[in-house]
């Protein structure tokens, strides 16, 4: 790091000494740290930034990344900015921090830099809308909200982050064992239905299905799979069940919406409602399906530590057959040293909820991160921050991205013909990202976020019911809230 | 006097066996780390779980060098500068302790001041505080007085935790000591600095070396402060460890068992060659006649 | 340092003067330790009196005793402080019994001795963090080596942190394994302490070894095993590591212990006053501990002379 300052110090006073001598150009030395989570979407960030970057301003930008451990990452940021440390231009945030941070002052609202830049607002317009939703508005406007005002950026919402790696969960399949012909027969005749081998089948998969093939697929040690005998118990599917961060929140809630239930919209503040929504009928028959099914997962999922990782590697070690994951646990899945099951997956999209004219209701709780700006930097470095955000998502930066494990949040690039060979997963993420929703952003978001996690797992670990879990979490946010003013 | 450190009995081989077998259990889950850092991800979570398997150096090598992501070269990780760090940090914060805790213990065990017992308590007060709650404060005047990011702030920091330990053991390695010893070296025209250094220091040596073992292996491993307090350029081991703990996969057990490993060697090192004086010290000091 | 007592002449005289010895050689100690801990801790012993919230912008008002009010009225505290009272019990008395043990395998001198001493050493020196984390690789289910050994014993998996009693047994086990060493350091220490006559002399009176043990051994252990009690209660109080990474306070909320509690206050809810009251109210409790501790020692160390 310290090499590279040096080097690009000197190169600033070449630069600069060669503007005196007759170049109007106005450059200099621009240091942008970047606060990151150390994984490849950020470090394919800084490493292509390196090779690609020069700045339409004629500054030497230097992006100097803080790449910190994921796991201690909110921690590192959140007392860096409540310090005041002022260390950070920008930051890789996730979308429910923004409510805090916001309100802190530290993250930057972008509407007017915007609105005054077509270049920005031309990219505001391609990215798509249920991103811009989760990613960047604060107070929270769903998409509906920002469909129905007509305008890129719309009256009266403020903007602030953009997609570092957008991200959604998509159904990761073996497909060795979904497609193999006596499994296949089999499984039609025990359910009088087929069992989902390309994609197209698993765009007809409901959570019934997703259940049948939990059953169908519990298969002890010793017994065949697929033409083979099998050297340890084996699992049809997964998905989150953890107790940590937000490891069973973000699979319950897509069940909760699907069948037309809600979590506390914030959108429609102060007149929603915590109690009676969060524990009505509907959610907590659509909880109690989610939990319904975890008797088909590995013995892990009894104890509440099924997180987003865990089925991962379950799935990787060839212990199950099916799991729902983000798309940014994807890449290690086709990686020989890692991955048992690395030549035999594919990806489809996540089941949803079958509606009465018999489509497929996929709403599900959108994930990944946006990158911020922060509050306290001059103007030139501002100027500079957000020619990096255009340069980012560019169209060619925004491919080589996803050519190299990242995503994209723009629509041109997801429409790009050559866009869903790039990454297996790729036609199923674009599918997903349609119908996905967030939870809430406000200050309060941990507080909700762990009491109804604490809950969650107590339900997922038998200690409770569903309607007992959704009860205790709708009073905890109904009292919440009306403290602290969001009900009235 | 020093009191000679000795074994209730003596033993012959097979005892060395049966006690083998038990030391050998429980450094079980120890050994297992150590396997795990030599095999491949496929292997580290193989059911049966795997006692003999290709070894492989990979992890090693992934401690010091990463593969870049668009051009797939190798990189240099900044890992050997994290174990300098630490190293570093560690030795001079629990040498600095050691140094000033010895200072005052003396002076708590020979001069005693008005309300010598208050200041020995809230000394031990000190650390008894959940971390977590002094950390915005801290996290506050690190960056107010510009410690944050440097050696000497998180070296400060930790010499500052050691201190507690340090007095209370030194101190009782000193109240063991005959006085009286100490007064007849006055008598004989001995200056207070040839008291301390030529007769009060080298009894209790042992004792200072245990005290240094027991600090070092309080501090290696700190994590919380060193995550919040140290750049990019003063990083410890355990806070770069943290970065296999999740991202694209979970826990990247080969790597950190590797990392595991090789952090293992210094401290394992300097406790084995200060084994005996652990003993001899922990024996020697603590011990109420 | 100790002395310069030969240097003659204003302040520098003053200042050694023999009489500020003391106050001078325990100066430097307690100004790294004022300017390194106890002024943060002031500081957020003030910030425990007003409501202040490190997230917010607002001005925070001075509230007095209500952060303590609402925290020792609040029955989710009380319930995790019953958490930590089980764990912190149960880890310590673990140690204790295991460092014991171990003690009295180690009193024993022995061929490679300090070889095999190593192999019971070697768990204090690893991270919490790493330590938790195989911990809970072992406990797993499908891959752990716990449950694949238990797996011969049990018709279905073996399920550790399944329930409220396994998941506070897992996080014991870890800790216990971890520090049991520690206990048996102090342990050995007053095990080898025993002046041998005095055994000898037992031999001579043919007493029993249970009586042994209690006339001879226990009272030169007896200071050292308070020692170990109080150092390792102070410091599982504070665990945090090994809980959060290896039941991350679950199944519900059955692991959380008070320094998980604290860490989601102060950190993820930025109820910055308000955790800074329930840290001083923790630290009132380890305090009172202590002093219990010390009592009972010093009792003891005035019955024994």
Known sequence: MNKRSVISGLMGATVLTAGLGGAPAFSADITITMAAPDWPPTRFMKEHFDQTYTSPAGHTTTLDMDFIPWPSFYERVAASLTSGEQKYQMIVTDSQWLGAFVEGGYYMDLTDKIAADPELTTILQDLHPALVSAYSTYPHKTRAQLEAAGEVPAPGVSYYGFPQFPDTYVTFYRQDVFCDEGEMAAFQAKYGSNLPCSYEDWQDTDWSKWGQIGEFFQRAKGEMLAGEVLDDDFYGIAYQAGKGYDFSTMQANAFIWQQGGDIWDESKMPDSQAEGVVNSDVAVAAFDEYLSYLQYMPPVSQTGQMDIFVIQDLYMQGKVGAIIDWVGLGEPVLDPSASKVHDKSAFGPAPGSRKADGSIDRTGNIGGQPFVLTTWNSEDVVDEALNVVKWWLSPDTQLAAVANGGQSGRMSVMADPTYNDLRPWNRAHVEMIDWQKDVWHIPEFFELLTQQQEEFDKAITGQIGAKEALDTVAEFQQELLEDGGYIE | ?289 | MANTANSRGGFGAWLLDPKRRGALLVTPALVILFVMNIFPLMWSFGLSFFNYKASSLKVPKFRGLSNYERVLTDDKVWERFQTTAIIVGSSVIVQLIIGFLLALMFAKAFPMRRIVLMLVLTPMMLSFVSVGVFFKLFYEPTFGIVSYVLNFFTEDHFVMLGSPAGAIAGIVIADAWMWSPFVMLLVLAGLVSVPKYLYEAAEIDRASAWRRFWTITFPYIRSLLLLAVLFRTIETFKLFDIVYIITEGGPGSSTETIAVFLYRNAFQFFKTSQSSALAYIVLFIVIVLTNLYLYAVNRRAEEVS
């Open chain 2, 1 to 289: 006097m020093a009191r000679k450190y000795r074994e209730i009995g003596k033993a012959g081989w097979g005892y060395t066996a049966i006690t083998s077998v038990v030391g050998f259990i429980y450094f079980f889950p120890v050994f297992w780390i150590i396997l795990t850092a030599f095999k491949t991800r496929t292997d580290a979570l193989a059911v049966p779980p795997k006692l003999f398997f290709t070894p492989t150096l990979e992890n090693f090598q992934s401690v010091f060098f990463r593969a870049s992501i668009t051009t797939g070269t190798s990189q240099a990780t900044d890992m050997g500068l994290y174990f300098f760090n630490s190293i570093f940090i560690a030795f001079t914060s629990v040498g600095l302790a050691l140094i000033v805790g010895t200072l005052a213990a003396y002076a708590f065990s020979r001069y005693p001041l008005k309300g010598n017992d208050t200041y020995l308590f809230i000394i031990l007060t000190t650390r008894m505080m959940p971390p977590i709650v002094v950390i915005i404060p801290i996290f506050l005047m690190f960056r107010l007085s510009g410690l944050a990011g440097s050696y000497w702030g998180i070296i400060l920091l930790y010499t500052a935790f050691n201190i507690p330990f340090s007095v209370w053991l030194v101190k009782s390695f000193f109240d063991e000591l005959n006085p009286e010893i100490e007064d007849a070296a006055r008598m004989d025209g001995a200056t207070e600095r040839r008291v301390f250094f030529n007769f009060c220091i080298p009894q209790i040596l042992a004792g200072l070396s245990a005290t240094f073992v027991f600090g070092l292996i309080l501090t290696w491993n700190e994590f919380l402060f060193a995550l919040l307090l140290t750049g990019v350029e003063t990083r410890t081991v355990p806070v770069a460890m943290a970065r296999t703990l999740g991202g694209e996969v979970g826990v990247d057990y080969g790597l950190l068992a590797a990392i595991v490993t090789l952090f293992l060697i210094p401290i394992f090192f300097v406790t084995f060659l200060l084994q005996n004086q652990l003993l001899r010290g922990v024996t020697f000091g603590t011990v109420k006649k």
